[in-house]
T-cell receptor
Framework: NAGVMQNPRHLVRRRGQEARLRCSPM?????VYWYRQLPEEGLKFMVY????????ESGMPKERFSAEFPKEGPSILRIQQVVRGDSAAYFC????????????FGPGTRLLVL | AQSVTQLDSQVPVFEEAPVELRCNYS??????LFWYVQYPNQGLQLLLK??????LVESINGFEAEFNKSQTSFHLRKPSVHISDTAEYFC?????????????FGKGTKLTVNP
């Protein structure tokens, strides 16, 4: 059973470009979470999604950031017009419906904004 | 709302010594508690969790943590560490109430095991 998959593992963007981060949950998991890890900080919750629904986006910045989890395909975290402060590691986690309290993390995408 | 405090940002120890990584939390509701481990440039791996029942929980590689409700703590311990335990350890909580199972993390403790 493959774990949570994220791609790309590393992403370099120039200021003003768009960044798209992808997350494929573990097989059978229908719930996805995105977290951001800034240097020397713990992980901060961003958004929680089910298929085709955003359940909790209380941690998402108000502008430039969006997330989706379509019926088919991976979950996407999209950052428009990136700025240097967006440089961070972005982690996706998934959990099964029968055990929502336990989240399994992917390897992360490390975004560097030049 | 919940918050997690990991009092030690860095803990250096010698191989085969015991170690304790401290974690305290604050919450107005009951919580689940977790310890995750992160090796360099990797994602987080679940080390152990407390959901209910026995307050002492163990991992397969010798770590244990004890939930202390009165002290709102969930300290992580290992009686004898190995070089391979060098990593960053994160304590996390989530509310037991349904609706959003988001994890709230501490800032992490970097454990360095020296020979």
């Amino acid at each position: 059973n493959a774990g949570v998959m994220q791609n790309p593992r590393h992403l370099v963007r120039r200021r003003g470009q768009e960044a798209r981060l992808r997350c494929s949950p573990m097989k059978g998991h229908s719930h996805v979470y995105w977290y951001r890890q800034l240097p020397e900080e713990g992980l901060k919750f961003m958004v929680y999604l089910q298929k085709e629904n955003i359940i909790d986006e209380s941690g998402m910045p108000k502008e430039r950031f969006s997330a989706e989890f379509p019926k088919e395909g991976p979950s996407i975290l999209r950052i428009q017009q990136v700025v240097r402060g967006d440089s961070a590691a972005y982690f996706c986690a998934s959990s099964p419906l029968e055990a929502l309290e336990t989240q399994y993390f992917g390897p992360g995408t490390r975004l560097l904004v030049l | 709302a919940q918050s997690v405090t990991q009092l030690d940002s860095q803990v250096p120890v010698f191989e085969e010594a015991p170690v304790e990584l401290r974690c305290n939390y604050s919450s107005s509701v009951s919580v689940y508690l977790f310890w995750y481990v992160q090796y360099p440039n990797q994602g987080l791996q679940l080390l152990l969790k407390y959901l209910s029942g026995s307050t002492l929980v163990e991992s397969i590689n010798g770590f244990e943590a004890e939930f202390n409700k009165s002290q709102t703590s969930f300290h992580l311990r290992k009686p004898s560490v190995h070089i391979s335990d060098t990593a960053e350890y994160f304590c996390a909580v989530s509310s037991t109430q349904g609706g959003s199972e988001k994890l709230v993390f501490g800032k992490g403790t970097k454990l360095t095991v020296n020979p």
